[in-house]
């Protein structure tokens, strides 16, 4: 069983940055591929961007939409992926959700946890 907790979402002007964490339980989280997913009001839950597990190489996916401003992190001894947004535009403003499965996947239904989810509003 693997808990997800997000952290670092709020508000935040067009162009500004943010930094998202995803703190979660369990001692199996190194080999754990994480992945971050938002969903914006009347949309569907959609792929930001995954980073896989521990024992390899390591792989990173990202999302036409952020690539290049978005940037994905894991932090093994603190049990914590991050989510760096940079550039953020209006149209980054979501909940966005970490996930955790044992591959790497980017898509929801590859993910078996989910955290509660983080605010994330950009103005213009």
């Known amino acids: 069983q693997v808990q997800l907790e997000e952290s670092g979402g709020g508000s935040v002007q067009a162009g500004g940055s943010l930094r998202l964490s995803c703190a979660a339980s369990?001692?199996?989280?190194?080999?754990?591929?994480m992945g971050w997913f938002r969903q914006a009001p009347g949309k569907e839950r959609e792929f930001v961007t995954a980073i896989s597990g521990s024992g390899g190489s390591t792989y990173h996916y990202y999302a036409g939409s952020v690539k290049g401003r978005f940037t994905i992190s894991r932090d093994n001894a603190k049990n914590t992926v991050y989510l760096h947004m940079n550039s953020l535009k209006p149209e980054d403003t979501a909940v966005y959700y970490c996930?955790?499965?044992?591959?790497?996947?980017?898509?929801?239904?590859?993910?078996?946890?989910w955290g509660q989810g983080t605010q994330v509003t950009v103005s213009s």
């Open positions: 369990g001692r199996t989280f190194s080999t754990n591929a």
């Open positions: 996930a955790a499965n044992s591959v790497i996947g980017t898509v929801v239904e590859a993910y078996d946890y």
